[in-house]
């Protein structure tokens, strides 16, 4: 069968998914709810690390109306970041276990999933591309791609978090020589003057030749920060999740404590202070 025709139904499922969904919070029996909205990103900011994010609570209603857009947050809005995507970290409490949501969310889920596993059934990045956005234009994939995650065991504690991630890639210095010469042949990111560029990687490239052959590299990239769930039942019993969309949590009646989302101000790393890079705008550095 087509895999557009296939990729198109299983949204439209998922879309009539989350609208019950949506209906069915609004008429849940809530104990309570909270959102906090965070600034949303625009294209000219995505490659600026984040030194401060500040938080806007909501509550009650309010907050329930922002969590139910929330799940629905999947298309690229004009001059809004499409690579750094808008997360929404929020909480609904709900008494008891509502079965029905409870089914909705497995529902929406694996129509998520199986959406997924078709999009990663073409081969290249270009094709992955051209198949999601010819059948549903201004789809961001990887919103879309975001799962709901819920508890339904009674929890001593809910409490969110900033997470710090890197992305690192190791590289010996042909590797890191062929990546330069990949990158120097790209549009300049930070100035307009090609010849700049040139002279500026040409100079980048000299310091990797002067390393010898079996020197180890790596590229340490700091992943924007992010908000996370923690889930606590004991000292020993816990978890954490992407707080990306707003996490359900049923028996909320018998969560003893929940906490809020504080606003984020970047702490000194003692590590990148010790590091010395090699080149400073891609994070190269040696192990």
């Not at 609004?26 to 994010?53: G, T, V």
């Not at 909501?58 to 499409?82: M, R, T």
């Not at 020197?215 to 920060?225: A, E, F, G, S, T």
């Not at 889930?231 to 019993?237: E, H, I, K, L, N």
Request: proline share 4%.
């Amino acid at each position: 069968m087509n895999k557009r025709f296939l990729l198109r139904s299983h949204f439209d499922t998922c879309s009539q998914l989350v609208a019950e969904l949506q209906n069915a919070l609004k008429s849940a029996d809530l104990q309570f709810c909270h959102y906090y909205q965070l600034p949303k990103i625009k294209e000219e900011e995505h490659h600026n690390p984040a030194k401060s994010i500040e938080v806007t609570p909501f509550s009650d209603n309010e907050a329930l109306s922002l969590c139910c857009d929330a799940y629905q947050d999947w298309f690229k809005q004009p001059h809004i970041s499409g690579k750094l995507l808008t997360r929404h970290p929020a909480i609904v409490g709900i008494k008891g276990v509502d079965q029905h949501i409870e089914s909705l969310i497995l529902a929406i889920n694996t129509e998520k999933q199986a959406f997924k596993q078709i999009v990663l059934s073409e081969k290249t990045k270009d094709a992955r591309f051209e198949l999601v956005h010819s059948a549903i234009p201004n789809l961001i994939t990887l919103a879309f791609y975001r799962q709901l995650y819920y508890e339904k065991r009674p929890t001593y504690s809910l409490r969110f978090t900033w997470m710090h991630k890197h992305s690192i890639q190791h590289l010996n210095v042909k590797q890191a020589l062929d990546f330069l010469h990949k990158n120097q042949s790209q549009k300049p990111l930070i100035t307009e003057d090609k010849a700049a560029w040139n002279v500026m990687v040409e100079k980048e490239k000299q310091r990797i030749i002067n390393l010898s052959k079996d020197h180890k590299l790596r590229i340490r990239r700091p992943i924007r920060v992010s908000p996370q769930v923690n889930v606590r039942f004991s000292a020993t019993d816990r978890y954490h999740v992407s707080a990306a969309l707003p996490f359900i949590l049923f028996n909320a009646e018998q969560t003893e404590k929940v906490g809020q989302l504080k606003n984020y101000a970047k702490k000194a790393d003692a590590r990148q202070k010790k590091s010395r890079y090699l080149i400073e705008r891609l994070f190269l550095e040696t192990p």
